[in-house]
Every structure is written in structure tokens, then in C-alpha cells.
């Protein structure tokens, strides 16, 4: 027997250090977010490295993985034995007496009690806590994802607001030019005062029109800097490229297979909280086998007056009296049956959002390519004829100012058209469900929770 005891003994000691030896080893290194620097312009490369490094949101996902792990080494331990200590019948005219412990004249007891658990609960709480982990590293995964897809739509922002800022300048550059040939012809009688002010207000609006893109532009770069934690230098960032388009424009919706087989994380997330519910359950049904508890005691009775050194053994275990744990087993049945549900709900969501997200890309690609292929060219060749005319006197103010007008609108729709594709582009490719999706360079995930690191 003491045989057998030395050996659990030693064997739950070398199981609980090659856990923690395990869980040190895959601890990840919390990477240092690297500073701001004086960099003016900011790469797709490095913004994604830093959103990997330094959004608060993907940070503080990790620290759910490590709780979950820290959980794991609280669910995959034994009881800790009770040590209990006391005296009884301490004269207070006689003392206790001199000498050491056994001759004293006083009776004392130590006791040691083991609680044994049964119906396999450690290895059932540990399988419950390792689906708890892969469910948090699933989520964290996800949420890699989400801010991926905010990073996506930020950066296109940005863009376009710097696009704008320089559409705004050119057109105010060429209201400024026009102005100036009106004065020339105003001066040598050509044109009326009133033509002078017309064009003079259009040009306060291209003013206006660059003030507002500015503010634009300055907003988004407030708000790029607090995905990538680059508060410090928001003021003057400026992305140096526009987001990489897929040049994908119409995918087919998934199958049931690829969908089951999908590894987008929240699906697998979805099933790793499935998988937590129903290790609950089990852990919840092993509740029907009772713990018990096996007490040793030595006891003192000094003599004469008592009968020296004695031994007791004692085994108690609870009485299923009062409940049998009908609470903890409903629960854990309704848990599971919420999750299943949930996982139905997340699948079915899945596949209409990447349906819904496919047709609008389509949409919007088909009508970016009219505006910028068809109708812009059309108009800066309007109001490069109108421009030309009105120098050479051909024509009159109105109509120049009406040709810009439109060329000024056309540029502004094709910039929004632009806008709207890419960022439908990058939602579609952020909700792919198919395999094709794990060759993403930007939203491609593997079938374990790979995407917490940039690839």
C-alpha cells in the first residue's frame, strides 16, 4: 500500500511539471510594439505588423488565452489533503508537564484527511479547460479578423481622403488659373465684371472643398492611429499605397461540405464553445458518483489515566439526501443545447453575410468600372474642350463653369465608386468561408488558429 501510494505520488508530481513545463514552452512572448519613429509614411506591411503587435483589442484577446491556460492548470489537479491538529483534557492546576511531546500529560490528536474524487473529474475538468483554450484561441483569431477588416476599412479611408485632398488641390489650382485668364480678359474688355465674381466664387468653393477634404483626411488618421497604437505621430501619417484589391468580383456561395469545413474563426470558435458545453456536460454527469474522503488519526492518551498511542482509519462520503445535483446537470444540458443553437445561427449568418457581401462587391465593381472607364474620360474631355474655348473666347463663363462643375462631380463619384468596391472587396474577403480563402496574404486563415500572427 505505501508502494502504491509512493508511486501516484510521484507520478502526479512529474505530471503537474511536464504540464507547466508545456505551458511555459508555449506561452507566446509578448512582442514589445515598436515605437513610432519619424517615419512619415506608413507601409500595408508594417501597419499590418503593428496591428498584430500593438491593437489594444488583439492584445487583450490573447490575455483570454492565457487565462484560459491558467484555468487549464487549476482543472487538471488533484485535492490537497486536510491536516488536522488538537489537544484535549489540559489541567490548568497541573500543567502539561515537563518533557517533550510524548511525555507531556495532556491528550492530543493529528489527523489526515484525503478527499479522492471519483467518476474520472480531473481528466473530465481538464478536457473541459483544453476546449476552453482552443475556444479562446479561436476568438482571438477571430478578433484578429475584425480588426483586420477595420484596419481594411480605415486604411481605404485614409486613401481616399488623400486622393482628395489632392483632387481638391488640382481643381483648385485650375480654378485659380482660370481666374487668372479672366482678369487678363476683364482687363482688356472681353468679359464683364460680373463673369470675373462668378468664377471668383467657384474658386472660394474649391478653397472650401480642400479645407474639408483636409479635416476628412485628418480624421482618418486620428483613427488609423488607434488601431496600430500610433497616437503619438497621428497628425502627420500618411499611407504611402492604396489597399490591394482580390480582383475577384463574383465568387459562388459555399457548399454544405466547404461549410463544415470552413476554419473561419468564429465558425471554429462556434465549435470549440460546442465542444466546451458538451465536456461540461460530461463533468456535470460525473457528479452522480459521490467523492469520498479517507481520514488516518493518531491519538495520545498519556497514561496512566490513558491507554497510550492508538490509531483510527475513517472513510465518509455524502449522503444524496437533500439533491443529487438535478441544478448542475440541467444546466449543463441547456448550456449545450444553447451552443448547438448558437453554432446553427453563427453557420447560417456566415453564409448569408458572404452571399450578401459577394453580390454587393459585384455591384459596386461593375459600377466603378463604368464611372472610371466610360463617364470620367467623357468629362475631363468636356471640360478640356469648354476650358480651351473660353481662353480662346469661344464660349462663355457658364459654360466653363459648368463643365468643371460636372468634371469636379464626376471625380468625387469615381473616387466614392473606387471606395465603395475596395471596401466591399475587403469585407467579402474578410467573410470567405472556402478554402481558396486561406490564400489570402491579408485575411487568409489556416485550419488552427494561425492568423494571430501576421503570415
Not at 204 to 232: C, H, K, P, S, Y
Not at 250 to 257: A, D, K, L, R
Not at 307 to 318: A, D, R, V, Y
Not at 344 to 373: C, D, G, K, P, Y
Request: hydrophobic share 40%; with cysteine.
Amino acid at each position: 500500500m505505501n508502494l502504491s501510494l509512493t508511486r501516484s505520488t510521484i507520478k502526479r508530481t512529474f505530471t503537474g511539471l511536464a504540464l507547466a513545463v508545456a505551458l511555459a514552452t508555449t506561452l507566446p512572448a509578448m512582442a514589445e510594439c515598436p515605437s513610432t519613429g519619424t517615419t512619415a509614411s506608413l507601409s500595408l506591411a508594417d501597419a499590418l505588423a503593428r496591428l498584430n503587435l500593438c491593437n489594444r483589442d488583439v492584445l487583450l484577446s490573447r490575455q483570454y488565452i492565457e487565462a484560459a491556460r491558467a484555468d487549464l492548470l487549476t482543472a487538471d489537479r488533484g485535492q490537497n489533503p486536510n491536516l488536522t491538529l488538537g489537544s484535549a483534557t489540559i489541567s490548568p492546576q497541573s500543567g502539561i508537564g515537563p518533557g517533550g511531546l510524548m511525555r507531556k500529560q495532556i491528550d492530543w490528536q493529528a489527523r489526515i484527511d484525503q478527499p479522492i474524487e471519483r467518476g474520472n473529474r480531473r481528466a473530465l475538468r481538464a478536457a473541459s479547460a483544453s476546449s476552453a483554450i482552443e475556444a479562446a484561441r479561436w476568438n482571438a483569431a477571430d478578433v484578429l479578423r475584425q480588426q483586420k477588416l477595420a484596419l481594411a476599412q480605415t486604411w481605404i479611408d485614409l486613401w481616399t481622403a488623400q486622393e482628395q485632398v489632392k483632387l481638391a488641390g488640382e481643381l483648385r489650382a485650375l480654378y485659380l488659373r482660370t481666374e487668372d485668364a479672366a482678369r487678363i480678359r476683364l482687363r482688356v474688355g472681353d468679359i464683364a465684371a460680373n463673369d470675373l465674381s462668378r468664377i471668383s466664387v467657384d474658386t472660394q468653393r474649391a478653397e472650401n472643398d480642400v479645407r474639408r477634404a483636409e479635416t476628412e483626411r485628418n480624421r482618418n488618421r486620428f483613427e488609423l492611429a488607434r488601431l496600430l497604437g500610433l497616437e503619438d505621430s497621428a497628425a502627420s501619417l500618411v499611407i504611402s499605397a492604396p489597399w490591394p484589391a482580390s480582383g475577384t468580383t463574383n465568387t459562388p456561395p459555399p457548399t454544405p461540405e466547404a461549410l463544415r469545413a470552413a476554419s473561419r474563426p468564429d465558425l471554429q470558435a462556434a465549435r470549440a464553445v460546442l465542444k466546451n458545453a458538451d465536456d461540461q456536460r460530461a463533468l456535470a454527469r460525473s457528479l452522480r458518483e459521490r467523492d469520498v474522503s479517507v481520514g488516518v488519526q493518531l491519538d495520545r492518551y498519556p497514561q496512566p489515566a490513558g491507554t497510550g498511542n492508538s490509531f483510527s482509519l475513517s472513510l465518509s462520503m455524502p449522503l444524496f439526501t437533500q439533491h443529487t445535483n438535478q441544478g448542475e446537470l440541467a444546466r449543463s444540458e441547456a448550456d449545450y443545447t444553447s451552443a448547438l443553437l448558437n453554432l446553427q445561427r453563427t453557420e447560417q449568418a456566415a453564409v448569408n453575410e458572404q452571399q450578401r457581401l459577394e453580390a454587393e462587391r459585384a455591384a459596386v465593381a461593375a459600377r466603378a468600372t463604368q464611372l472610371r472607364e466610360r463617364s470620367l474620360p467623357l468629362t475631363e474631355a468636356i471640360a478640356a474642350n469648354a476650358d480651351l474655348a473660353y481662353k480662346r473666347g469661344a464660349s462663355s463663363v457658364l459654360d466653363l463653369l459648368d463643365a468643371l462643375r460636372q468634371l469636379r462631380q464626376m471625380q468625387a463619384e469615381v473616387l466614392a465608386a473606387q471606395t465603395d468596391y475596395h471596401k466591399a472587396d475587403a469585407a467579402a474577403r474578410a467573410a470567405a468561408l472556402n478554402t481558396d480563402a486561406s490564400n489570402d496574404p491579408i485575411f487568409g486563415m489556416m485550419a488552427s488558429p494561425g492568423g494571430l500572427t501576421t503570415r
